[in-house]
């Protein structure tokens, strides 16, 4: 608890211009906005907090894979969710180019898979082995796969190499993208009425993992260069021929003008870090309680005073 004298000082200063420190500008922060919905509700959460510090927001719907180009250039200032698995090696490439910055990890554990219902481990009994969903393919079989098995892949600007890695490892799986995030859910719901296996793309801190118990597919597992060095994983000639990393980082990066143009934004967003518990329950505002963004945002802020506004008082 901060006594009634720490209090005062704090507000004073909030009241006080700021002399001797530079302000932020007026210009809007930019914040992108992708196809996932934690990272469109947290985009929604931190853009608040920086307008409740007097800041200047806008948010552009942005490819997650070219907005680390953006970012670099200043054309985008931040992004709030670098994901291990997805973005790693945008983030890294932009990264060697210069002109973006890591500003630190969320407290949160990442992983982005395939990954199926727990009801499906009753027609393919020797999974999460990849090995053993592959023995399964045939249960997984479609109209549109033939004799092979159905794996529904995130949407394409994901880059999840789904193919790759089913050729890297001679896997008798067809992989088609879903065409949003949408897609994967009402794929998983539409199985859950007869209990139909299916396997799909899924990740963790997301909502889905309240709603529907199951598992990730345990591919090899990921050994850093598996992307980018054939000899890297168990087929000697082929990339991607790994799983995702199971324990992957969530970043928060930002143009590297970000800091001196708004010293206090930066200083806040510095703070940040949202926990996976925190995350997954931004997506189920939207997910599950059909909220709008904006307002699964305000529901947040308003239900977590107490982790957010210490990061004000803490960064800036
Ligand atoms: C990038 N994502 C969290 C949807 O895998």
């Known amino acids: 608890m901060r006594n009634a004298t720490t209090a005062l000082f704090a507000g004073a200063l909030a009241v006080m211009p700021a002399i001797g420190f530079a302000a932020d500008s007026d210009d809007p922060i930019v914040i992108p906005i992708h196809n996932w919905s934690s990272q469109i509700v947290m985009s929604n959460v931190v853009g608040q907090i920086f307008e ?85 393919a045939a249960v997984f079989a479609t109209a549109e796969t033939g004799d092979k098995g159905r794996y529904l892949d995130g949407p394409v600007d994901w880059l999840k190499h789904g193919q790759e ?90 143009w590297d003008g970000m800091e001196s143009k708004w010293p206090a934004a930066y200083g806040v967003l510095s703070k940040i870090s949202f926990t996976n518990a925190q995350i997954a329950e931004m997506a189920k505002l939207v997910d599950v309680d059909e909220l709008e963004p904006e307002e699964a945002a305000e529901e947040w802020l308003d239900a977590n005073e107490d982790i957010w506004k210490p990061w004000i008082d803490a960064g800036s």
């Open 165 to 254: 890695r089913v050729a890297a490892l001679g896997m008798d799986f067809v992989v088609v993208n879903a065409g949003s995030a949408a897609a994967l859910w009402a794929e998983i719901g539409a199985a859950e009425a007869d209990k139909r296996p299916v396997v799909v793309f899924n990740w963790t801190p997301n909502f889905a993992e309240a709603v529907w118990p199951g598992e990730f597919v345990e591919f090899p597992a990921w050994e850093d260069g598996c992307d980018k060095d054939p000899a890297v994983g168990p087929n000697p000639d082929a990339l991607y021929d790994c799983g995702n990393p199971a324990k992957g980082y969530l970043k928060k990066a930002a």
């Open 52 to 136: 409740s510090m007097g800041n200047n927001v806008e948010y552009v719907t942005t490819d997650s894979q070219a907005v680390y180009e953006s970012v670099r250039l200043g054309d985008v200032t931040l992004e709030l969710e670098v994901w291990e698995g997805a973005f790693g090696a945008s983030f890294r490439a932009a990264q060697e180019k210069g002109g973006i910055v890591d500003v630190g990890d969320h407290n949160a554990v990442t992983r982005e898979d395939w990954w199926y219902p727990m009801w499906t481990k009753e027609a393919c009994p020797g999974l999460p082995d990849w090995k053993a969903l592959n023995d399964c």
